[in-house]
Each structure stands twice: as structure tokens, then as C-alpha cells.
């Protein structure tokens, strides 16, 4: 039976990397799998980056408004009729930036079209919130793993703090636009301790 994953964790906890590997396990043995991200992430464009170094092109971008369920029949068709082998697996970076709507999608191609989704994913923005995504994947998935960085400090990361110009800053919009703002955005996993000791107590 095929089964929705969502494997999540703080930035920079490896979830390219892992995805990439995870595509390559199932093309080793002769399996063909499409790889998709939603459209609202922009520094990778329509590429799956790894830190390690190893990159490779998304088969579809799927935006905002777009019927998840249909258009993914669209490329399993396709790659049907190039092929003449089915999906063996749809693999989704950035998971977290999918509606909800798109989640339930998920479900659907799953359970009714029968075919395993590896998610992967960050839970919570800066403000320690879950994103929308990630959320309706915690409520759905039948199987939830966490991919495991570390802090400065050593101990597992949790949250993803955001830097504005090298200062931590705990206000602003859930997706930060790097072209917008003068200063450089970045983010640091960090565990709950130092968070809380870099926000002065906040959460939210
Ligand atoms: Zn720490």
C-alpha cells in the first residue's frame, strides 16, 4: 500500500540531500520517480539543490493555485508514454510552501491513484509557527520523520531564527524576500534554549 512521508526538520538539516538520495535509490533499480517544488521558493528556481554540492532539475513547479492531483496525473501520463513505465514515486522539496489544499491532493494520489509521496519539508518559520504546508502534512501523513541538525551550541536544532544584515530579528512576513530588503536575509537553526535566549523570551 503506498504510503504519504513527510520528513521534516529545522534548515539545513539535509532534506535536499536526502531527497536527491532517495530519488537515486529508486532509479538504481530501475524505477522512475518525478521530482517537483512549489513555485514560491526562488532561490533554487526549478533546481533541487543539496549543500553537498549535488544538484538536479525539478520535473514540475507547482504553483499556488494549481490543482495538485491533476496536474500530476499530467506527468505520470507523460512519463507513461515516454517511458511505458509508471511513477514509482513523487518526491516534493519544500514541502511547507503547499496550501493545505495541496496536501489533501497528496492524500489523494496516495490512497486513490496509488502512488508513494515523499514529502520533505521545514515545520516552523521564524516565528516558531508552523507553516501551512507543513501543518495539514503533520495532520496527514502516515508516517512523520524528523531530519536532525545541530545547534551552536550542540544540542538538536528546532527553530529556524531569521537574520536581517547579521541581527536576529523575530517580526516580519512568514516568507522573507531577499530582493526586497537592503540587508541580506539568513537563518540560523537553533535549539529552543538559545532561541528563546536570542529572542529575549519570545515565541511568536
Ligand atoms: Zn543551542
Given at each position: 500500500m503506498?504510503?504519504?512521508?513527510?520528513?521534516y526538520g529545522a534548515m539545513n538539516s539535509g532534506k535536499?540531500?536526502?531527497?536527491?538520495q532517495a530519488a537515486y535509490n529508486y532509479e538504481e533499480r530501475g524505477q522512475h520517480v518525478l521530482l517537483a517544488k512549489p513555485e514560491i521558493?526562488?532561490?533554487?528556481?526549478d533546481r533541487i539543490s543539496s549543500r553537498l554540492g549535488v544538484s538536479r532539475g525539478v520535473d514540475f513547479l507547482i504553483r499556488p493555485e494549481d490543482d495538485l492531483r491533476e496536474l500530476f496525473a499530467?506527468?505520470?501520463?507523460?512519463?507513461?508514454?515516454?517511458?511505458?513505465a509508471d511513477v514509482a514515486c513523487l518526491l516534493i522539496d519544500e514541502?511547507?510552501?503547499?496550501?493545505?489544499?495541496?496536501?489533501d491532493d497528496l492524500l489523494r494520489i496516495?490512497?486513490?491513484?496509488?502512488?508513494?509521496?515523499?514529502?520533505?519539508?521545514?515545520?516552523?518559520?521564524?516565528?516558531t509557527q508552523a507553516f501551512p504546508g507543513s501543518r495539514r502534512l503533520m495532520e496527514l501523513a502516515h508516517s512523520l520523520e524528523e531530519l536532525k541538525t545541530i545547534c551552536r551550541c550542540g544540542r538538536k536544532a528546532l527553530f529556524n531564527a531569521r537574520l536581517v544584515g547579521g541581527r536576529f530579528v523575530f517580526e516580519g512576513?512568514?516568507?522573507a524576500i531577499d530582493e526586497l530588503?537592503?540587508?541580506?536575509?539568513?537563518?540560523?537553526?537553533?535549539?529552543?534554549?538559545?532561541?528563546?535566549?536570542?529572542?529575549?523570551?519570545?515565541?511568536?
Open positions: 503506498a504510503k504519504l512521508y513527510f520528513r535536499s540531500t536526502a531527497l536527491l521558493d526562488t532561490k533554487g528556481a499530467a506527468h505520470r501520463a507523460r512519463v507513461l508514454a515516454a517511458e511505458g514541502a511547507q510552501f503547499l496550501t493545505p489544499t495541496q496536501v496516495v490512497v486513490l491513484d496509488s502512488v508513494p509521496i515523499l514529502a520533505y519539508g521545514i515545520r516552523t518559520d521564524f516565528q512576513d512568514q516568507v530588503s537592503h540587508e541580506k536575509v539568513t537563518y540560523e537553526s537553533m535549539c529552543a534554549q538559545c532561541y528563546l535566549t536570542a529572542s529575549g523570551g519570545r515565541l511568536s
